[in-house]
């Protein structure tokens, strides 16, 4: 199945994609909820992780996009293993916790397993918001190179609060890319994968572009293929994703996992890397190893 595989580099990937996504979040959330113009008006091109925005961050500080993705691996952890009941436990200690902000359709999932134990919320074909598709990294990681156990811990993962026909494609699609990142798949092999993904729901069809970076998962991720495929570095494909606006923080995370896998953690700009609390780098590193030290390809 695998072309090759080095465990030095599938690490490397791993810690790339997970500091990555943060990054992503903390550049992003300045410029949540704007629209291109007004980043264009403000800021020029913006491309300097600053904090504010209308969380009124620190620089460096991420949000719910990267905290809910380490609720997941820090249940992984917790467990030694795969339950989404502890993912869930996890989600709900977050929310009691105050986070800094939390989507609506994530927040009504957590509240119904606080009140009711529900570990599937039923079908809502409303709920399309890119919620669910935030947190694939660290299923993505624990089921590599296995595409029938990611599957399983995608959907599983996401029915905690999103069920939807496009957001369960959404995840399917971008844990499908993070196996082939973890492997060294080019760009073209990749956009195979986001082709399939376009031919099933044209929903995410991003050629042309639209220019709608909103929280429905298909207008997101069709800003980060847009950005991602187009980039020919790590801070291009970032700089280009934010800068569409909206749900910047959102776009900024999922494209940056991407690209950083992709790219390697190298090729992740030294003056980001150092706004981010050292604390927070160094337990994405950890989580990165564990979840793929706990993978099929770890053992
Ligand atoms: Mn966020
Ligand atoms: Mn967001």
Known sequence: MLLHLDTDELRQRARAAFVGMAIGDALGATVEFMTPSEIAAQYGVFREIIGGGWL?????????DTEMALC????????????????????????????????????????????????????????GGNGAV???????LLSFPDGELLRNYA??????????????????????MLHLILQG??????????????????????????????????????TVFHHFFRGRDFEECLVGTVNQGGDADTTGAICGM????????????KRWLKKLDRRLLSELEQLADYLVDASPAGH
């Not at 820090?74 to 989507?103: Q, Y």
């Not at 935030?134 to 993505?140: N, Y």
């Open 56 to 64: 009124r961050l620190k620089p460096g500080q991420v949000t719910d």
């Open 72 to 127: 997941i691996a820090r249940a992984v952890v917790k467990t030694r293993g795969w339950s989404r009941e502890a993912i869930a436990r996890e989600f709900a200690a977050w929310l009691k916790s105050r986070p800094v902000d939390c989507g609506d359709t994530c927040r009504k999932g957590i509240r119904s397993f606080m009140l009711h134990g529900t570990l599937e919320v039923p079908y809502n074909e409303w709920d």
């Open 134 to 140: 935030m947190r694939m990294l660290p299923p993505a």
């Open 155 to 176: 959907l599983e993962q996401a029915r905690l609060t999103h069920h939807q026909a496009q957001s369960d494609a959404g995840c399917l699609c971008i844990g499908s």
């Open 185 to 222: 798949a080019s760009k073209n092999r990749l956009r195979k994968e986001v082709d399939a993904l376009v031919a099933d729901h044209q929903q995410f069809g991003f050629d042309p572009y639209r220019k709608l970076a909103t929280a429905y998962v298909a207008d997101t991720l069709a």
């Open 258 to 269: 991407l690209a950083g896998g992709y790219y390697g953690i190298d090729a992740i700009p």
